[in-house]
């Protein structure tokens, strides 16, 4: 089974966001580490990061589960 980190934290992200054409998702790959880098519009900002950075923390979560199934770590920068 492939897990794609990327094409997962864009997914929650649009969910989240009133601009979902506005996100983006990039994945810089390293051997055993992944950087998932994700942007969205100012206005949505806030609504990524969420009160005391819980949806962050949690969208983080969500990603080093999906990034331990395929042996890998994962690690989500917000862009602002």
């Known amino acids: 089974m492939d897990v794609n980190l990327k094409e997962l934290i864009k997914y929650i992200a649009q969910a989240l966001v009133d601009y979902p054409d506005e996100v983006q998702v990039s994945e810089i790959e390293g051997s055993t580490t992944s950087v998932i880098e994700l942007k969205v519009a100012k206005e949505d900002l806030g609504k990524v ?22 042996k890998k770590r994962a690690v989500l920068e917000i862009i602002e």
């Not at 990061?49 to 395929?70: E, N, Y």
């Open 49 to 70: 990061i969420g009160k005391q950075g819980r949806t962050a923390r949690a969208m983080r979560t969500i990603l080093s589960a999906a990034s331990t199934k395929i």
